[in-house]
């Protein structure tokens, strides 16, 4: 398996990737080939694919992905890109790592979002989206008074929203053309109370951002 694994990522290198990139290889759902560049991995092999990193969002989505991460574990954040592989009849994936200020080309931003409703999964338009949410190790994003189950994570999404959208606390995106009005809670706290009902908190950390985006 390993010269298979070889091989194919000799190939992809030749291609394109840098010598900064760090690469992983995952079959299953464990990581079987790790080669360290400039840019620190966390990765190792024999660890598991853990749920919403790079490897698990192409295995999902069976095509390359680009996405900005960052390990809230170790601390380490990269531009992650996913690409499909098959390794001895079985389904994998290659992952490249490399530093958070490069860009192989310009990421342009997502027009939809995918999201798991009961049973089924629905691409909605990210204008249609009001805010996105992190709660209980899940991301759920909201448009037309439902709530929708995505695969990404919050951190990963910033930087890939048009930019309507506003971080306005750690677990809080938000649309701007959906907020309704802007007020004060009962410690002084900025809220934000969107045209859906929704009350949402801006945190002290954002309301420097928030101000500024907003123009109060």
């Not at 999902?60 to 574990?73: A, H, Q």
């Amino acid at each position: 398996m390993e010269k298979g694994v070889l091989e194919q990522v000799g190939f992809i290198m030749g291609d394109w990737i840098p010598k900064e990139a760090s690469i992983a290889v995952a079959v299953g759902r464990s990581y079987v080939y790790c080669k360290a560049g400039i840019q620190e991995s966390h990765i190792r092999v024999g660890d598991e694919v853990a749920d919403g990193s790079v490897a698990d969002s192409t295995y999902k989505e069976g095509k390359r992905l680009e996405m900005l991460v960052e390990d809230e574990v170790s601390g380490i954040a990269y531009v992650g890109v996913g690409y499909p592989v098959r390794i001895s009849g079985q389904a994998g994936v290659l992952v490249v790592m490399l530093p958070p200020d490069y860009r192989q080309r310009p990421i342009q931003p997502l027009r939809f979002l995918t999201g798991k409703l009961e049973d089924t999964w629905r691409p909605v338009p990210v204008s249609d989206v009001s805010h996105i949410e992190s709660s209980q190790k899940k991301t759920w994003f909201y448009a037309d008074e439902e709530a929708y189950c995505s695969i990404h994570t919050l951190k990963a999404l910033k930087d890939q929203l048009p930019d309507t959208f506003l971080p306005i606390h750690r677990s809080y995106i938000v649309n701007i053309p959906f907020i309704q009005e802007i007020s004060r809670d009962f410690s002084s706290n900025f809220v934000l109370t969107l045209k859906d009902g929704a009350v949402l908190p801006v945190s002290q950390n954002y309301t420097a951002l928030v101000r500024e985006r907003l123009g109060f």
